[in-house]
């Protein structure tokens, strides 16, 4: 029957091949080879459910495998059941300990389902088990280890990496992006140039040199390694998006306003099959039913589990909440907690959960918060939680912690619009791919501000872009007259931090304010015209 089953794969004949090899599995439940052939039939056809339970019976058969625990594993966390996957691991390492390539699967499963500890502690038993290629473990420690902000921690763990094997790219490149990220530019720049040593045409390392200066002549070789790179062939999605988004900055820089739109135009295609379409009728009504659920009332009916003045900072992508938060986070009473994910993560689905879920439900998630804060930022007294899409869920915060202080951004938006149609953004920001659909955005983000606005009263103040840079004393001042601080001259110098900053905006709040970027739609008026119909109607 095998025989008669490995013939018609041969021939081409997949249908035929299935029913056989079924039937060798009717006569022998643990035939390996047809229970593997049946999962590949399946897995190609689409057929997960099929696959999940082949795959089951198949690790059920043979605990001690590691090829079917992990294949199933690998199939459960696609399926988004992380969970189970995360079980199947144990059962498998608890049979077999030594098998070092599958904890580092598991580790790699915790950390992406946030379980950064347990990770961590898998990433180590790797180590100690003498795993082969230990700075591949490093590497990812140090993610966990920025995931926990834990920073300096990171930084130790790039470098043990690196101790083990000094030309390895990837730890290479995360060091660069650290040192970038804390405002060390020239050690950046000299590890990046040390990785096109090593792969001249290394996608993430051209792109970051070209982000990271000013281009001032249209000759930099820098242009002209992007634009080699970009002529590769087999070059993954993902670094041809990153590159042309490089290249129609550097051409901005070089006031080649309408060749770089043309790059940023073909970035944005290639990101718009990376996030799917944006459904503009859709995002509508999850606006219209949060601004309906999330009333007054609503607020009310939830009761608080913190009087602690928390801070949280909110505003459309590439308002200026990034800048916001650095100007705030040199007074000596704030930090930077940076884009805390916490309740993007905790209010499941996000932001419709907040209909969905209990006030018990939402209570929990407000303890855990606190819970959070105190794990991670114990040194600080007050963080900011600085996340554009924190305008999602403002009626929360109020609702659990009544003493907190929003602070909302704005910015004129075909400034917004048009910064945000010039940077790759992650897949949930679908609408950055077309300049109307952002449009369409900002205008349901007013919308929901002004909501929130009449739910919070004084506890929300809207801050515009341009204020702080024209008028930075009188903007920092009321900010922090809002959050009940006293004037810190230091708020002013914001640019001389060396605190990690992992945004779009490393580079911009790393320099003292400047008013270069306001009105910066005006270079490229005729591309934006639609738009500025669109928003004006």
Same mark, same amino acid.
């Given at each position: 029957?095998?025989?008669?089953?490995?013939?018609?794969?041969?021939?081409?004949?997949? &249908?035929?091949?299935?029913?056989?090899?079924?039937?060798?599995?009717?006569?022998?439940?643990?035939?390996?080879?047809?229970?593997?052939?049946?999962?590949? %039939?399946?897995?190609?056809?689409?057929?997960?459910?099929?696959?999940?339970?082949?795959?089951?019976?198949?690790?059920?058969?043979?605990?001690?495998?590691?090829?079917?625990?992990?294949?199933?594993?690998?199939?459960?966390?696609?399926?988004?059941?992380?969970?189970?996957?995360?079980?199947?691991?144990?059962?498998?390492? &608890?049979?077999?300990? &030594?098998?070092?390539?599958?904890?580092?699967?598991?580790?790699?499963?915790?950390?992406?389902?946030?379980?950064?500890?347990?990770?961590?502690?898998?990433?180590?038993?790797?180590?100690?088990?003498? %795993?082969?290629?230990?700075?591949?473990?490093?590497?990812? %420690?140090?993610?966990?280890?920025?995931?926990?902000?834990?920073?300096?921690?990171?930084?130790?763990?790039?470098?043990?990496?690196?101790?083990?094997?000094?030309?390895?790219?990837?730890?290479?490149?995360?060091?660069?992006?650290?040192?970038?990220?804390?405002?060390?530019?020239?050690?950046?720049?000299?590890?990046?140039?040390?990785?096109?040593?090593?792969?001249?045409?290394?996608?993430?390392?051209?792109?970051?040199?070209?982000?990271?200066?000013?281009?001032?002549?249209?000759? #930099?070789?820098?242009?002209?390694?992007?634009?080699?790179?970009?002529?590769?062939?087999?070059?993954?999605?993902?670094?041809?998006?990153?590159?042309?988004?490089?290249?129609?900055?550097?051409?901005?820089?070089?006031?080649?306003?309408?060749?770089?739109?043309?790059?940023?135009?073909?970035?944005?295609? @290639?990101?718009?099959?990376?996030?799917? &379409?944006?459904?503009?009728?859709?995002?509508?009504?999850?606006?219209?039913?949060?601004?309906?659920?999330?009333?007054?009332?609503?607020?009310?009916?939830?009761?608080?589990?913190?009087?602690?003045?928390?801070?949280? @900072?909110?505003?459309?992508?590439?308002?200026?909440?990034?800048?916001?938060?650095?100007?705030?986070?040199?007074?000596?009473?704030?930090?930077?907690?940076?884009?805390?994910?916490?309740?993007?993560?905790?209010?499941?689905?996000?932001?419709?959960?907040?209909?969905?879920? /209990?006030?018990?439900?939402?209570?929990?998630?407000?303890?855990?918060?606190?819970?959070?804060?105190?794990? #991670?930022?114990?040194?600080?007294?007050?963080?900011?939680?600085?996340?554009?899409?924190?305008?999602?869920?403002?009626?929360?915060?109020?609702?659990?912690?009544?003493?907190?202080?929003?602070?909302?951004?704005?910015?004129?938006?075909?400034?917004?619009?048009?910064?945000?149609?010039?940077?790759?953004?992650?897949?949930?920001?679908?609408?950055?791919?077309?300049?109307?659909?952002?449009? #369409?955005?900002?205008?349901?983000?007013?919308?929901?501000?002004?909501?929130?606005?009449?739910?919070?009263?004084?506890?929300?103040?809207?801050?515009?872009?341009?204020?702080?840079?024209?008028?930075?004393?009188?903007?920092?001042?009321?900010?922090?007259?809002?959050?009940?601080?006293?004037?810190?001259?230091?708020?002013?110098?914001?640019?001389?931090?060396?605190?990690?900053?992992?945004?779009?905006?490393?580079?911009?709040?790393?320099?003292?304010?400047?008013?270069?970027? %306001?009105?910066?739609?005006? /270079?490229?008026?005729?591309?934006?015209?639609?738009?500025?119909?669109?928003?004006?109607?």
């Amino acid at each position: 029957m095998l025989g008669r089953a490995r013939g018609c794969l041969a021939r081409g004949d997949v &249908a035929r091949a299935e029913q056989f090899f079924r039937q060798v599995v009717a006569a022998d439940s643990r035939n390996r080879e047809a229970l593997e052939q049946l999962v590949m %039939i399946s897995l190609r056809r689409g057929q997960a459910d099929t696959a999940e339970g082949l795959l089951r019976q198949l690790a059920t058969a043979y605990p001690g495998e590691p090829l079917y625990c992990d294949r199933l594993a690998t199939l459960l966390a696609k399926r988004g059941r992380g969970a189970e996957a995360i079980t199947w691991y144990r059962k498998l390492l &608890a049979a077999r300990p &030594a098998l070092n390539n599958s904890r580092y699967n598991l580790a790699r499963l915790l950390k992406s389902e946030g379980l950064m500890q347990e990770a961590l502690q898998e990433y180590r038993n790797c180590l100690t088990r003498k %795993i082969d290629c230990p700075e591949e473990v490093l590497s990812n %420690i140090s993610i966990v280890h920025t995931n926990l902000h834990q920073h300096e921690e990171a930084r130790q763990a790039l470098e043990a990496a690196l101790q083990h094997n000094p030309d390895y790219i990837p730890a290479l490149y995360n060091l660069a992006l650290l040192q970038e990220e804390e405002g060390d530019w020239p050690a950046a720049r000299a590890a990046y140039e040390r990785i096109l040593g090593l792969e001249p045409m290394h996608p993430g390392a051209l792109a970051h040199l070209a982000n990271g200066e000013k281009i001032a002549d249209p000759a #930099h070789p820098v242009i002209g390694q992007l634009q080699a790179a970009l002529g590769r062939d087999k070059l993954a999605p993902e670094a041809r998006e990153d590159m042309l988004y490089a290249l129609g900055k550097a051409l901005d820089d070089c006031q080649q306003f309408d060749s770089g739109f043309d790059y940023y135009q073909q970035a944005n295609e @290639i990101s718009r099959k990376r996030c799917g &379409a944006y459904n503009r009728d859709e995002h509508e009504r999850l606006v219209d039913k949060l601004i309906s659920h999330c009333d007054q009332q609503w607020v009310e009916s939830i009761e608080p589990v913190s009087d602690a003045p928390l801070v949280f @900072i909110s505003g459309m992508f590439r308002s200026g909440t990034t800048l916001l938060e650095q100007v705030l986070a040199a007074h000596p009473a704030l930090g930077a907690g940076g884009e805390i994910d916490f309740f993007q993560r905790a209010v499941t689905p996000f932001p419709a959960g907040l209909v969905t879920a /209990n006030t018990a439900q939402l209570r929990s998630i407000g303890r855990d918060y606190v819970d959070y804060l105190t794990r #991670h930022f114990p040194a600080q007294a007050r963080v900011t939680n600085k996340r554009p899409d924190n305008l999602l869920c403002l009626g929360l915060f109020r609702a659990l912690f009544p003493n907190a202080r929003v602070i909302n951004t704005v910015r004129d938006p075909l400034d917004n619009c048009i910064s945000v149609f010039f940077q790759p953004l992650e897949a949930e920001q679908a609408y950055a791919n077309d300049l109307l659909d952002t449009g #369409h955005y900002y205008l349901q983000c007013q919308r929901l501000a002004a909501h929130w606005q009449s739910l919070l009263g004084d506890s929300m103040i809207e801050l515009s872009y341009e204020s702080l840079v024209e008028m930075p004393q009188s903007s920092i001042g009321r900010a922090l007259e809002f959050l009940q601080l006293e004037w810190h001259e230091g708020c002013l110098t914001f640019h001389e931090a060396t605190n990690r900053v992992r945004t779009a905006s490393v580079h911009q709040v790393r320099r003292p304010l400047y008013s270069s970027s %306001i009105g910066r739609w005006k /270079n490229y008026a005729n591309q934006l015209a639609t738009l500025d119909t669109y928003l004006r109607t």
